[in-house]
């Protein structure tokens, strides 16, 4: 033992050991490159303070963001089949299930059904999950959907849907495409109750749910920069063997061409759905409403 083990050593040791900062604290804006700290992110609803580019937003956040006061009930999706056909891929699809739940908690699913007050009205909102394999629609999110639809009309409420999925899951092969016509009926049961349908495209959209209820609404918004399509990009260039314009499937270029209504900024969402249910609804909010005698 000598001087420079003893002393020299943990003292250098500290001193890198400082230096590892927990890697989760700062993140890489996708678009601009800047390093963000994950407090400004989360106060700025998970929007890059630099260059505005909105970062994908777990259910969770985006929720409190839009209820009044951020007060908000989940309902648990109905229970379903888990791996009909028994799929195995690289992995069995069961644990790719387990995987995803471990990650994203238990019982989750690449939906989220909630429903709460929005501006003095009741709303049922859904929100699909990225983060939970890829917000693919398999049986347990078609039945989500469905479980919403039927809140909404029992309570007459409005439905509002966020989007965000690269499409059907393929591990549950026709099973998740017969998704695609029941999440339509479930949108045209809404709409001939006369409520509103609304649906908010987020990064990215794609696939099955574009071709089903995320292209069904009586009010498109889109988040700025948000990926909207239904097949990827190079798919298509290497079909019609063309190059395809700059900002191709984007929010901006879907609003260009009439696939998109309105784009509209993460911090006036809230505000802009209020407006819309308002103007859909024509009945004033709850809380205005004369007290009955
Ligand atoms: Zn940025």
């Known amino acids: 033992m000598n001087w420079l083990t003893n002393f020299v050593r943990p003292k250098l040791r500290a001193l890198v050991a400082r230096k590892e900062a927990p890697e989760n604290l700062w993140l890489k804006c996708p678009n601009c490159e800047q390093m963000l700290f994950h407090r400004d992110l989360e ?17 969770a956040a ?4 839009l209820f009044d006061d951020g007060k908000y009930e989940t309902h648990a999706l109905p229970r379903t089949v888990l791996d009909p056909l028994k799929f195995r891929d690289r992995k069995r699809y069961t644990d790719r299930l387990k995987e995803a739940q471990a990650e994203n908690g238990a019982n989750a ?3 989220v059904v909630a429903s709460g007050k929005l501006g003095g009205y009741q709303a049922v909102v859904s929100v699909c999950d990225f983060a939970f394999m890829g917000g ?8 989500g959907l469905l479980m919403a639809a039927g809140l909404a009309i029992d309570n007459q ?19 998740s495409l017969m998704q695609m016509p029941r999440t339509t009926i479930a949108v045209q049961r809404v709409k001939e109750a006369g409520l509103p349908y609304i649906v908010v495209l987020t990064d990215p959209t794609t696939g099955g749910v574009t071709a089903s209820f995320a292209m069904l609404g009586d009010i498109h918004i889109a988040e700025p920069g948000a990926l909207i399509g239904f097949s990827g990009q190079r798919v298509i260039q290497d079909t019609i063997r063309e190059t395809l314009p700059p900002g191709f499937q984007r929010a901006e270029y879907q609003f260009d ?5 309105m784009i509209v900024h993460r911090h006036k969402m809230r505000d802009t759905l209020i407006r819309l249910v308002n103007l859909l609804l024509k009945r004033p909010a709850e809380e205005d409403l004369p007290a009955a005698a």
């Open 43 to 59: 106060a700025n609803q998970q929007v890059c303070n630099q260059c505005n580019h909105h970062l994908r937003i777990k259910p």
């Open 62 to 65: 985006r929720l409190s963001q």
């Open 109 to 111: 699913e690449a939906l």
């Open 136 to 143: 693919s629609m398999g049986i347990a999110v078609g039945e």
């Open 157 to 175: 409420a409005p439905l509002i849907v966020f989007s965000a999925s690269g499409g059907a899951r393929m591990q549950e092969a026709i099973l």
């Open 257 to 261: 061409h009439g696939m998109v209504d």
